[in-house]
């Protein structure tokens, strides 16, 4: 046999018959999570939520993306981890395998990111909630959503803007040239000079009493960021993103975007509420009856509008300085700090608050750090929390995959061969076991004691639901 050369003489191909096209086996994550949609009926739910937005069918025109595909295309960008529009529509344009699973057939192109973008656009808010409410149904069939005890956290989202995109409120002037007024005004250099940039920086970096106010500045690139001091010290334009998650099961029952300024002190009693109306549109009968959040969210007003719905807080009082006057509040505001005071003490709180800080952090680590949301790559507040809602409800789906499937994302099964597969192998063995163990007793057999408590401890599903799913 020959060695073949990659670079030779070719003759056009002039036509190719639908035999010759190239087929894929699939990707085994991708085709059950086509599945479990399919039975779920979400293309077509999907298509009716998003009907009134489009013109109606047979009118003249190029038919639009279908919505199923608008939507699936993200959850490829969740669980590849592409936070980018553009690679999402490299990625699906690469891959045989997502070409099925979005049902686009080799003779068409995929979408294009400059079509997710209008998909977006058209698709209002309200459609994207109701997407997420349908998959919060599925998640419920599958007993997958509790709904009593519910955990609420933040956390910042870099801007897609850099922080050389500020402008004064006021005057309009940029950074650079605010900084060289003030090496004026201080007589650093003459009124009529042009100091090089190195020398605007310099100057910058030393002086002192140095405060960037979003009540001052605004970004032109992005005017819905704000300025925001990130954890690890840096400053950045950021929004903030807030889930409500059922600290039973991890599934996320509100993912919410704020302005990257707002104080978490304010939004305790309307993440709440809106978990429950989401459960509630959902046709779903959960009830909220109690609340955790970290120390951050402590206030008196807060606290009363939550108790006044009938749910209890968990919510660390903070070392505040100076006395507090709790005295000098309304009655039932003191009651409801006392309440949740009294609450706080409790070894009950201990292990809420544990719960807590792994797993609301856990539903950040997916959605913005392997799920690719850590920096928006959109602008404007309405398409960020589009986004972010998306992200938020293909994380349940991941769950319900977990739990129906026993693997959460595609990367699970790269485990296969490892101890996570071996894990699951032995899972499944004893479920069989357990299986033909049943069919011989219905037969007559008796099984002893302890061997029928040896195959039904745990199972394929548990092990499943506590598994991270990376």
């Known amino acids: 046999m020959g060695m073949g050369r990659r670079e030779r003489d070719r003759q ?248 990257g300024d707002h104080s978490d002190t304010k939004t305790l009693c309307d993440s709440v509420m809106e978990a429950q109306t989401h459960l509630s549109e959902a046709g779903l009968e959960a009830q909220i009856e109690e609340a955790v959040a970290d120390k951050g969210y402590h206030a008196a007003e807060q606290l009363e509008l939550v108790t006044s719905v009938g749910v209890r807080t968990y919510v660390p009082e903070p070392k505040r300085r100076g006395e507090s006057r709790l005295s000098a509040k309304p009655v039932e505001q003191q009651r409801a700090v006392k309440g949740n005071r009294r609450r706080t003490k409790t070894a009950k709180n201990k292990r809420l608050q544990r719960l807590r800080s792994e797993r609301v952090e856990r539903s950040f680590a997916h959605v913005c750090d392997t799920g690719g949301s850590r920096r928006t790559w959109l602008r404007g507040i309405d398409k960020v929390r589009k986004r972010l809602l998306t992200s938020a409800l293909v994380r349940n789906l991941g769950l319900v995959m977990r739990k129906l499937f026993g693997i959460g994302t595609p990367r699970g099964l790269q485990g296969e061969g490892g101890s996570a597969g071996l894990m699951q192998l032995a899972w499944l063995l004893i479920a069989a076991m357990k299986n033909l163990w049943d069919t011989h007793a219905r037969l007559g057999a008796r099984p002893t004691e302890s061997r029928l408590q040896l195959l039904t401890v745990g199972g394929p599903q548990e092990y499943a639901l506590r598994s991270t799913g990376c």
Request: proline share 4%; aromatic share 8%.
């Open 12 to 259: 056009d191909v002039l036509f190719v018959t639908a035999q010759q096209l190239p087929k894929s086996q699939g990707h085994a994550f991708y085709k059950r999570l086509n599945r479990l949609l399919s039975e779920a009926g979400f293309d077509r739910e999907v298509e009716k939520l998003c009907e009134p937005y489009y013109q109606p069918t047979g009118t003249r025109g190029r038919p639009s993306v279908p919505p199923g595909v608008y939507f699936r295309m993200l959850m490829v960008g969740y669980f590849e981890g592409i936070g980018s529009q553009r690679g999402i529509a490299w990625r699906c344009a690469d891959s045989l395998s997502l070409r099925e699973f979005l049902g686009v057939p080799l003779t068409e192109a995929t979408p294009d990111h400059s079509t997710l973008s209008r998909v977006r656009d058209r698709l209002p808010l309200e459609v994207h909630q109701e997407v997420f409410r349908l998959v919060l149904q599925l998640a419920a069939q599958q007993g997958l959503l509790k709904g009593k005890t519910v955990a609420v956290d933040s956390t910042t989202l870099e801007a897609d803007a850099a922080m050389k995109s500020i402008v004064r409120r006021d005057t309009g002037e940029d950074w650079k040239a605010y900084v060289i007024g003030l090496m004026k005004k201080e007589g650093v250099i003459e009124k009529g000079d042009e100091p090089s940039d190195e020398e605007v920086r310099r100057f910058d970096k030393k002086r002192k009493n140095k405060r960037v106010s979003n009540a001052e500045w605004v970004s032109t690139t992005d005017p819905s960021a704000r300025i925001t001091k990130l954890k690890d010290g840096r400053t950045h334009l950021a929004y903030k993103a807030e889930h409500v998650v059922d600290i039973e099961t991890e599934l996320i029952l509100a993912a919410e975007v704020y302005h």
